[in-house]
């Protein structure tokens, strides 16, 4: 029988950081592994917001440590790091959540969005694991970044973003690869569509969302307790032996070519029995 989600207690004691926990997948992720027994260094630009969510979390004063952070600063992402291991006292995992989406073509988006993009999106997840390397190299803990399945491909309209999650899941290789002697493993999850903010902002439309969910074969997009929970199996001693991977959590998206749905298209015009007649 399966275990009910968060039943199981994997961090009972462990200290965990992660940026961008004042909504969507990063909240998810906090309160999932908060029900697992970890203690927790939270970190957003919505400081408010933040400490807001952390009220429900219901952990001790001395699990808990909240910081206001623009991760697009990376003097900022260190601090954060070194200020969370000294007020938990040390470091067993670092998920870099924190992200934005930036829309245009090369020649629309101005160099400034593009460079807060990398910043946010990529620069951030190297200043944050750098600060927090000394800590994992301590506790032979882990790194769980946020990466997307548009850091695996293209999507039309979202140069910036596919660059720099793109950035994301190699430098997530990368870590794995030198990091590996350390005791560290370091991983990404790559959601594909997930009903957070972040992505309902641009589904002021409901042909939009429909539009979507049509390309996805389990029909819907994810929920930000199942990236959580992609992101804590990574994180915890159940993937001891993971490291370096991308996973992808897609509902099936990236399995497709991107070809048209045959397949529906012949059976809306009811041709399904003529082409499964040529058949051998
Ligand atoms: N929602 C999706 O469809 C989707 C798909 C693939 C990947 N992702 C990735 O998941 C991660 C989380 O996104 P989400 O969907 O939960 O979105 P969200 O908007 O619900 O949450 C993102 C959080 O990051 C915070 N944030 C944004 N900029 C920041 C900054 N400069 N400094 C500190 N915090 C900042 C926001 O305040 C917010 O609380 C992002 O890295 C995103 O790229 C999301």
């Given at each position: 029988m399966t275990e009910p989600l968060g039943s199981m207690r994997r961090f009972a004691g462990k200290v965990v950081a992660i940026t961008g926990a004042a909504s969507g997948i990063g909240?998810?992720?906090?309160?999932?592994f908060a029900a697992e027994g970890a203690r927790l260094a939270l970190c957003d630009l919505a400081?408010?917001?933040?400490?807001?969510?952390?009220?429900g979390l219901a952990l001790a004063p001395a699990d808990l440590f909240l910081k206001a952070v623009d991760v697009a600063d990376g003097a900022a992402v260190e601090a954060f790091v070194e200020a969370a291991a000294a007020a938990l006292g040390g470091?067993?995992?670092?998920?870099?959540?924190?992200?934005?989406?930036?829309?245009?073509?090369?020649?629309?988006?101005?160099?400034?969005?593009?460079?807060?993009?990398?910043a946010v999106d990529l620069d951030a997840v190297f200043f944050g694991c750098r600060a927090a390397l000394p800590h994992l190299r301590r506790s032979r803990g882990a790194i769980v970044n946020t990466a997307s399945i548009s850091g695996q491909l293209a999507d039309a309209g979202l140069v910036a973003y596919n660059v720099a999650k793109a950035g994301v899941i190699n430098l997530t290789r990368?870590?794995?690869?030198?990091?590996?002697?350390?005791?560290?493993?370091?991983?990404?999850?790559?959601?594909?569509?997930?009903?957070?903010p972040m992505l309902t902002a641009h589904m002021r439309d409901a042909a939009i969302?429909?539009?979507?969910?049509?390309?996805?074969?389990?029909?819907?997009?994810?929920?930000?307790?199942?990236?959580?929970?992609?992101?804590?199996?990574?994180a915890s001693a159940d993937a001891a032996y993971i490291t370096g991977v991308a996973l992808t959590v897609d509902g099936g998206v990236t399995a497709q070519t991107g070809q048209p749905n045959f397949d529906r298209l012949y059976r809306e015009r009811d041709w399904d029995k003529k082409i499964l007649a040529r058949k051998p």
């Open positions: 909240a998810a992720t906090a309160t999932r400081g408010d917001r933040l400490a807001a969510f952390a009220e470091l067993d995992v670092l998920v870099n959540n924190a992200g934005i989406g930036c829309f245009g073509h090369v020649d629309e988006i101005t160099p400034e969005a593009w460079r807060k993009t990398m990368n870590l794995a690869v030198d990091h590996a002697a350390d005791g560290i493993r370091a991983n990404c999850i790559c959601p594909g569509g997930v009903g957070t969302m429909a539009e979507y969910e049509r390309l996805v074969p389990l029909g819907r997009v994810g929920t930000p307790e199942e990236m959580a929970a992609a992101i804590t199996f990574l």
